[in-house]
């Protein structure tokens, strides 16, 4: 379990770790976010890559004229295949046009060769098969928080 590894607070310039998760499915953000917010992460989700990048814009340019040069999440949970920006577009955007380089953690209904290739070229932690199982899900992000630890 997560918890036991890692507890709210344990890192995290914030103090918890913050994601951000998009997909377009609300039963799998439902899922994923309880998952999540049980473990005592702070997840906010959104419905898609271009609110994704609208949300990132709000906080990376807050009503000042300042920029945020750091990212106010520690990784992603995105949705490979979403209906206005696939997952893959949307870690590629946030690295080039945020520069921030966080860690993401894919899930889709594909599992493929190709796919699979195209997460990891695009510096995607782990592709998760949809339905997520929740154990396997756990595995992934406590994998995913010890890199954040060890780095």
Not at 3 to 13: C, F, H, K, L, Q
Not at 30 to 52: I, K, P, Q, Y
Not at 90 to 105: G, S, V
Request: one cysteine or more; glycine letters at 8%.
């Amino acid at each position: 379990m997560l918890a036991e590894i890692i507890t709210p607070g344990a890192d995290s310039r914030r103090g918890r770790y913050r994601v951000l998760l998009a997909d377009d499915d609300a039963g799998v953000r439902g899922s994923l976010t309880a998952l999540l917010d049980g473990a005592g992460f702070e997840t906010e989700n959104v419905g898609g890559g271009v609110e994704a990048l609208e949300l990132l814009c709000r906080v990376q340019f807050p009503d000042s004229a300042d920029r945020v040069e750091t990212s106010p999440f520690d990784f992603l949970v995105l949705d490979v295949y979403m209906p206005d920006l696939t997952g893959v577009e949307l870690l590629r955007r946030i690295r080039t046009e945020f520069r921030w380089q966080l860690p993401a953690l894919f899930v889709s209904g594909e599992a493929s060769e190709a796919l699979s290739k195209d997460v990891e070229e695009a510096g995607g932690f782990a592709l998760l098969p949809k339905p997520v199982e929740p154990d396997l899900f756990r595995r992934s992000v406590r994998d995913l928080v010890h890199t954040l630890l060890t780095n």
